[in-house]
């Protein structure tokens, strides 16, 4: 090998002028920036794909993406409270709370740790509350003026009939929320009897929430 | 898992379960492995949160959880499955293939359990029964028992499997009183459980219920209530079902290779070819390199006999497809009329070579592709060779290998003739190494579902109030055409919006979404 080393010595394994610069010529000039965000093409892209399958496809993937938000899995963080507690915190409808599960998952299929408090839709809480306490009451008149409530209103308390009809239904099967009723004791979300629709009240808690870090502006 | 991977992952959980969710999976995706505690504590989320994630993506089955490394005394550690999240791409393909095999039925059954992640059968036959009854005029309803059937196929047919039961800890058998509740571990393949499509005996019978607004539908909705209350009563308590990927996408693999015949050679080829497909499905097992052996007789049989194929027909079509290069369909013996298998293996392999050849020459030009194939067929090759072979001239040919060696498509092989690697004694040999740049291409694609999908979330963000207004106008428009309104009234109404805004706007938002379906599926496909 030392003594080839003069012989062979410019000799490539492949011809010089493939590289496409000769002897003593300067290299390229080297790239000083990063390459370009969005390099022009220089082909067209090939169209997409089109007809009744995708279309098809397309309609149910939109369908998927907007249902999937409504689903008990769709997970948003509780609103941390910036004020101080309010009255009106007992009337405000569910927001999501971050210490109980919106759906009823199969505990046995899933690890104990991670077990925790299912929440109840809001109907079944109506009955238990007021039952612990009105108990004693009469019953019976309480269904008569909720009957009558029911044929005189039935538009515009639509929500209010129904969830009065949970409470006849609860206080028939009493026992069996029982149990469940001691727990939820503990749920802020009451719905006592109130003349007012609770989608319609706003405790105005949003207005003025954003603004709370510029100080110099005037709040009127 | 490469960073792509991990983005496509976030991105997906994001617009399904929200930013909690994403928080936790993509975390968990980097780390590998962990307990709840770390969890929490690495990413600063509140404990409960924390924990209805977890909640969520168990349920789904992109989460699985067993003993950790101290053994099923220690906490239990949570991993996560990320194939299973690229799923969630697919989804509507699902449920179109069910649709096309099993009718709207079949299609509302595969949605309801893929929104639910895993389900009883009795409450998936009465949510379809009820969203099925929604749809139809006034006074029919759909039958539990159709609805019945229809899941009855969809298990035979192993589209749908139970999900695998958890076996619990035998160890916790001490009798000590603090012992922590059985850690249930791993969850074993579904696959493994022998009543893996076993169908529960449930005794359902009724019709779906119509959801009514008025004071009528009360006596309805307290059956309805109780109904759910008293699901036990059906007798498949704690027996989950869940969609079976690998059929789907098994299923998918059958139509690739139908089609690319029916392209490369006709249509009678391809009957020819699903008619054997369709005979060796449950048969074969799913990793396998070919199917079973079929002979030309039961083909023969087996065809549908409105495609009116004669005997000596069918023996001339199927040397045909032997003889074809693409090795679709191979001869193994003569017994029966000749004994023929389908090459899965070698007919996916052709396909993504294909594959990869248009690609290079959509987005390289016709004579780069030249190179490309050239070099696929020759292995290896010295520039000077390339030039030669592909008949380019000398110095378009090196700007076109130096180009596609930037783009990582070819590679470099030195060849050293001495022991110092010194550049005047080496052999430089470009050469294609298939399967890399399959995966390399593979990553391109989950690159570009990526940006497109944030893509889509800045245009929407952009234009929200577009939108709004676009759905209170149509709000607007349908109320008003309830009420009878005038053509005149309805014109002026919709003209509130600046229509090349909206037209810009959807067809944005619609090649957005096709792109993100339809380029993942063909390119995923072809690298198994």
């Not at chain 2, 004071?215 to 109780?226: D, H, L, N, P, T």
Request: charged share 25%.
């Amino acid at each position: 090998m030392a003594g080839s080393r003069g012989r062979g010595r410019s000799q490539f394994t492949f011809s010089v002028d493939a590289l496409g610069f000769g002897r003593g010529d300067s290299l390229p000039t080297s790239a000083q920036t990063p390459s370009p965000l969005f390099p022009p093409m220089q082909f067209r892209p090939v169209p997409l794909h089109a007809g009744e399958e995708v279309d098809y496809m397309l309609a149910l993937k939109q369908e998927l993406r907007a249902s999937s938000k409504n689903l008990p899995f769709h997970i948003k963080a509780a609103r941390t409270k910036t004020d101080v507690a309010r009255y009106s915190d007992k009337y405000q409808n569910g927001e999501p709370k971050n210490n109980c599960i919106e759906w009823s998952p199969d505990w046995s299929r899933m690890p104990k740790e991670l077990c925790i408090k299912v929440r109840k839709p809001r109907k079944t809480v109506i009955g238990a509350k007021p039952q612990l306490t009105r108990k004693p009451k009469v019953a019976a008149g309480k269904e008569e003026v909720l009957q009558k409530l029911e044929t005189l209103e039935k538009r515009e308390e639509e929500q209010h009939s129904e969830e009065e009809e949970d409470e006849e239904k609860k206080k028939q099967n009493d026992e069996e929320e029982e149990p469940d009723a001691d727990e939820d004791y503990d749920e802020e979300e009451i719905e006592d009897e109130t003349d007012y629709i609770m989608s319609y009240f706003d405790n105005g808690e949003d207005f003025g929430a954003d603004s709370d870090d510029n100080m110099d502006e005037a709040v009127y | 898992m490469t960073a792509q991977e991990v983005r496509l992952c976030g991105l997906l959980l994001q617009e399904h379960f929200g930013n909690v969710v994403e928080k936790v999976g993509t975390h968990l995706i980097r780390s590998g492995v962990l307990t709840l505690r770390a969890l929490a504590h690495e990413t600063k989320l509140p404990l409960d949160l924390v924990k209805k994630s977890l909640c969520v993506l168990v349920q789904h089955g992109m989460c699985t959880f067993g003993a950790g490394r101290r053994g099923p005394a220690g906490p239990v550690e949570y991993r996560i499955n990320c194939e299973h999240i690229f799923h969630m791409l697919r989804y509507p393909r699902y449920i179109y293939t069910a649709k096309s095999l099993y009718g709207d039925t079949g299609e509302l059954i595969v949605e309801e359990i893929l929104q639910r992640g895993q389900m009883t059968m009795s409450s998936t036959v009465k949510t379809v029964a009820d969203r099925l009854t929604h749809n139809m005029p006034e006074g029919q309803s759909m039958d539990y028992s159709e609805v019945v059937s229809a899941f009855s196929q969809l298990v035979e047919t192993h589209f749908l499997q139970r999900c695998p039961p958890l076996a619990s800890a035998g160890s916790s058998s001490s009798g000590a009183v603090d012992t922590p509740l059985p850690v249930a571990t791993q969850p074993t393949e579904p696959e493994s459980n022998p009543d893996c499509y076993k169908l529960p005996y449930i005794n359902l019978t009724g019709q779906g219920k119509r959801r009514r607004s008025s004071e009528g539908g009360e006596a309805e909705q307290r059956a309805a209530k109780k109904a759910r209350t008293d699901n036990s009563e059906c007798g498949d308590d704690g027996i989950y079902w869940q969609v079976n990927f690998q059929r789907f996408h098994l299923h998918f693999r059958d139509q690739a290779i139908i089609s690319a015949v029916s392209c490369k050679l006709d249509q009678t080829s391809s009957e020819i070819v699903r008619t054997m497909l369709r005979m060796s499905e449950v048969t074969t097992p799913a990793h396998a390199a070919f199917t079973q052996a079929l002979s030309a007789n039961e083909i023969f049989r087996a065809l549908q006999s409105s495609y009116n194929i004669a005997r000596p027909n069918l023996d001339q079509y199927l040397s045909l497809l032997v003889d074809d290069p693409m090795e679709f369909v191979g001869k193994t013996g003569d017994s029966g009329g000749g004994m023929y298998v389908v090459n899965l293996h070698r007919a996916l392999a052709n396909l993504a070579r294909a594959t990869l050849e248009s690609v290079v020459q959509e987005r390289f030009g016709s004579r780069s592709a030249r190179i490309f194939r050239l070099l696929l067929r020759k292995r290896h090759l010295e520039q000077k060779q390339v030039e030669d072979f592909a008949m380019i001239p000398a110095k378009e040919a090196k700007d076109m290998l130096y180009t596609l060696l930037s783009e990582n498509l070819v590679q470099l092989q030195e060849i050293p003739k001495t022991p110092d690697y010194a550049p005047s004694r080496t052999f430089y040999l470009y050469t294609v190494n298939q399967l890399p740049t399959a995966r390399l291409l593979l990553q391109h694609c989950y690159k570009t579902v990526c940006n497109l999908i944030e893509r889509r979330l800045y245009e929407t963000k952009e234009n929200k109030r577009l939108l709004e207004k676009s759905q209170r106008i149509e709000a607007i428009l349908a109320s008003l055409q309830a009420t009878g309104a005038e053509a005149a009234q309805l014109t002026e109404v919709e003209e509130m919006i600046t229509v090349p805004e909206r037209q810009q706007l959807e067809s944005l938002r619609h090649h957005i979404n096709k792109s993100c379906t339809n380029q993942l599926l063909s390119k995923h496909e072809s690298v198994t």
